[in-house]
């Protein structure tokens, strides 16, 4: 039997049998697979309703783009609806982090359609990890709403190329295929009609140093990975000609939540707020109104600060799994974090690309046993070492040395949990 055969009849072998990652295999790719359409998202453009589009990804959507060159589509091929946005996208993350931050940045909002777009920051990701992530999105959406639409897009980085070349989506992609496939999940390929028109000459992915781009070729990104406009406008028609095609495609009802093809699925992942109580002296709440806090405060609605060593964070939660929702920063600090007793770190809030502040997440652990489990962080007094960041700057020792690169600062806006916080 090939592993391919085995893995078909894996998928068909559904019950509550765990994915076989080893016997993953690249899938056929396509511009668009309608599957069960957007039925309910149509009816109500159609109708001329309240139509809310999510757009929930990485730094591609969240760019000025293919996000708002769609939506400015919606609304002017149905007129008579009422079209809105929910710009969901974080540049640099993927569905591990999308998974925790769905029910807060997304379903809140109440959307009657999501766009996904995670391959390109999944491209990394392991299968199984892929399918724990996804599915729980998935299964957030529907438990809370089924009649919400879901669609996959799936955008182009120069790394995926070889496998889109060979008619095959990339990995994660293909990962996001297996989910799609199972529950009637519409996708729609960008990425590969990048491919096609590069093989055509039409397009040059990035520039070749001292090379001018030939005429009539159009050049894609400065990077293999962000397009500029017109490759946004590609996306665009893509993503318009794959839509027309689907609206004949589904009806209006409920969307089925059918049982999970990942088991050990992501579906109870979740933000959890800080709590006064869990915190030691020396922390304070920042204003949404200034500062960090409000330049943070659409993906985190609250948040702690501390530059005090020895400051804590303390809680316990019975459950598998927590991280912390935190920045990085040129003064950021060390942690050490301490899990049932058995301590690690310290742990650098700084990193390379630290010359501004960003949005990031702290591993505390995953897989753990579903039982009760204390967790103690506890700001370092040292500084971590920040000669990383030393190659992106004019003058490097005179600039280490300034007041912007100095401080123990830690900022936290929740705790990412697949378990419940318990109370003492």
């Keep these: 039997m090939t592993s391919q055969l085995r ?3 894996s998928l068909l072998l559904i019950g509550a049998s765990t994915l076989m990652a080893d016997d993953f295999q690249l899938v056929p790719a396509a511009l668009s697979k309608p599957r069960g359409g957007l039925g309910n998202g149509f009816a109500k453009l159609q109708a001329g309703g309240e139509v809310r589009i999510a757009y929930f990804g990485g730094s591609i959507t969240a760019a000025n783009g293919w996000r708002p060159k769609t939506l400015k589509w919606f609304q002017e091929r149905y007129p ?51 399918w724990r992530s996804m599915e729980g999105i998935v299964r957030q959406t529907w438990a809370q709403d089924p009649t919400i639409d879901i669609c996959y897009v799936y955008t182009f980085v120069t790394g995926f190329n070889d496998n889109l070349t060979a008619g095959l989506c990339p990995r994660a992609a293909s990962a996001d295929e297996v989910l799609a496939d199972h529950y009637g999940i519409p996708s729609i ?21 001292d090379q001018p781009v030939p005429p009539g070729v159009m050049l894609f990104s400065d990077d293999g990975v962000h397009p500029h406009d017109a490759g946004h406008e590609v996306y665009r028609d893509v993503i318009a000609d794959a839509l027309i095609a689907m609206e004949p495609h589904g009806k209006p009802g409920p969307h089925e939540l059918k049982p999970p093809l990942q088991p050990d699925n992501w579906e109870q992942a979740k933000l959890v707020p800080l709590d006064a109580g869990m915190l030691s002296q020396g922390w304070e709440k920042l204003p949404a109104t200034d500062g960090l806090g ?24 019975r459950g598998t799994a927590a991280k912390l929702y935190d920045l990085l920063g040129p003064n950021g600090g060390q942690v ?35 039982q009760v489990h ?21 003058d490097p020792d005179k600039e280490l040395a300034e007041p912007k690169y100095q401080g123990t600062d830690v900022w936290v806006g929740s705790i990412m949990m697949i378990g419940e916080v318990v109370k003492e």
């Design 80 to 130: 008579n609806a009422k079209v809105s946005e929910i710009n969901a996208a974080i540049g640099g993350t993927g569905s591990d982090l999308g998974v925790y931050r769905c029910r807060q940045d997304v379903l809140s909002h109440k959307p009657d359609l999501v766009f996904v777009e995670v391959a390109v920051n999944d491209g990394g990701a392991e299968p199984h990890n892929i």
């Design 189 to 209: 390929n960008v990425a590969l009609r990048i491919a096609q028109l590069h093989a055509e000459g039409k397009v040059q992915y990035q520039p070749v140093k």
């Design 7 to 9: 893995f078909t009849l």
């Design 374 to 394: 204390t967790v103690k962080l506890e700001i370092s007094p040292d500084q971590p070492d920040r000669h990383s960041v030393a190659f992106r700057l004019k």
């Design 294 to 317: 409000r330049a943070f405060a659409h993906f985190m609605p609250e948040m702690w600060h501390s530059g005090t060593p020895g400051a804590t964070l303390t809680f316990k939660f």
């Design 336 to 370: 050490t974090i301490t899990l049932d007793g058995q301590t690690r770190g310290p742990v650098a809030r700084f990193d390379s690309y630290c010359t501004y502040h960003r949005l990031a997440t702290l591993q505390i652990a995953d897989g753990l046993p579903d």
